[in-house]
């Protein structure tokens, strides 16, 4: 039994490329390139910083409150509790990034207020989280966003949208779907099912073809997702937003130069 489990785990691995996961090194890659050398940039619950390398240009900082067992970390600049506040002055950064962390937080508005805070008027943030997608790092998977929910969220933080995408089209949701299905299936029934439900035997052929089959749609639709993004029907698993700090007005400058002076 573990000998087919195996096998089918080498085939998935083989297989299965995440469409997702392409698609944001896409968005966080053109978003970097809007940098210049030397701004900086804060990753806001920034994990094990797989994007860190895109940003070798800018003055880069994180942070992460690392408390998800199991995660791997890399060693954030700031250890610190996105809604409890930032421990750097008003308007440092130029940009921020903040990926797939949004529905990890008890309290996302006031996370998008701090991030708002830390955030330079006229500096941009990315930002992505999930509509479809399975419970994850658990006790800390919160709440999942409509397209709606971030016109809401982000105004109310005084962020300006400038897009509302989705980040992979629908063929990629569909893959998730075939892959939960292959993930959840078991391979074989455990002894104590053979035991307590000997019929059950008779119709794992099924399952298990169905295991078989889920993995192989999932591997194809991911591959379709890439090759041609389907935004027109469905719905998507994540959306992307980008959305900027409003500039300071030559009146407000004014009033700062004024109290300064004083």
Same mark, same amino acid.
């Given at each position: 039994?573990?000998?087919? %489990?195996?096998?089918?785990?080498?085939?998935?691995?083989?297989?299965?490329?995440?469409?997702?996961?392409?698609?944001?090194?896409?968005?966080?890659?053109?978003?970097?390139?809007? @940098?210049?050398?030397?701004?900086?940039?804060?990753? /806001?619950?920034?994990? $094990?910083?797989? !994007?860190?390398?895109?940003?070798?240009?800018?003055?880069?900082?994180?942070?992460?409150?690392?408390?998800?067992?199991?995660?791997? !970390?890399?060693?954030?600049?700031?250890?610190? $509790?996105?809604?409890?506040?930032?421990?750097?002055? $008003?308007?440092?950064?130029?940009?921020? &990034?903040?990926?797939?962390?949004?529905?990890?937080?008890?309290?996302?508005?006031?996370?998008?207020?701090?991030?708002?805070?830390?955030?330079?008027?006229?500096?941009?943030?990315?930002?992505? *989280?999930?509509?479809?997608?399975?419970?994850?790092?658990?006790?800390?998977? #919160?709440? %999942?966003?409509?397209?709606? /929910? !971030?016109?809401?969220? #982000?105004?109310?933080?005084?962020?300006?949208i400038e897009t509302i995408e989705r980040?992979?089209?629908?063929?990629?949701?569909? /893959?998730? @779907?075939?892959?939960? @299905?292959?993930?959840?299936?078991?391979?074989?029934?455990?002894?104590?099912?053979? %035991?307590?439900?000997?019929?059950?035997?008779?119709?794992?052929? &099924?399952?298990?073809f169905t295991k078989i089959g889920s993995?192989?749609m999932a591997a194809i639709f991911f %591959?379709?997702?890439?090759?041609?993004?389907?935004?027109?029907?469905?719905?998507?698993?994540?959306?992307?937003?980008? /959305? *900027?700090?409003?500039?300071?007005?030559?009146?407000?400058?004014?009033?700062?130069?004024?109290?300064?002076?004083?």
């Amino acid at each position: 039994m573990s000998l087919i %489990r195996s096998i089918i785990h080498k085939i998935a691995s083989i297989l299965l490329v995440n469409s997702s996961r392409h698609y944001l090194y896409l968005y966080n890659r053109q978003f970097a390139a809007s @940098m210049s050398p030397g701004e900086y940039v804060l990753d /806001a619950g920034a994990g $094990d910083g797989p !994007y860190r390398e895109l940003f070798g240009h800018t003055h880069y900082e994180s942070t992460d409150f690392g408390q998800v067992p199991g995660k791997p !970390y890399a060693s954030p600049t700031f250890l610190c $509790d996105l809604c409890r506040g930032i421990p750097v002055e $008003d308007g440092r950064y130029d940009y921020i &990034v903040f990926n797939q962390v949004l529905e990890h937080l008890y309290d996302p508005q006031t996370a998008l207020i701090e991030l708002a805070r830390v955030l330079k008027p006229g500096g941009r943030i990315l930002c992505s *989280a999930p509509l479809f997608y399975e419970e994850h790092e658990q006790p800390y998977d #919160f709440f %999942r966003y409509t397209q709606f /929910a !971030y016109q809401h969220m #982000f105004a109310r933080a005084e962020l300006q949208i400038e897009t509302i995408e989705r980040l992979e089209g629908y063929f990629g949701t569909v /893959a998730y @779907m075939f892959r939960c @299905m292959y993930k959840h299936l078991p391979a074989l029934p455990s002894s104590a099912d053979l %035991r307590t439900k000997p019929l059950l035997l008779l119709g794992w052929p &099924v399952v298990l073809f169905t295991k078989i089959g889920s993995l192989v749609m999932a591997a194809i639709f991911f %591959r379709l997702d890439i090759l041609l993004k389907v935004t027109n029907m469905g719905f998507p698993k994540n959306y992307v937003v980008i /959305a *900027a700090k409003p500039p300071v007005s030559i009146d407000e400058s004014c009033v700062v130069d004024r109290a300064h002076s004083n």
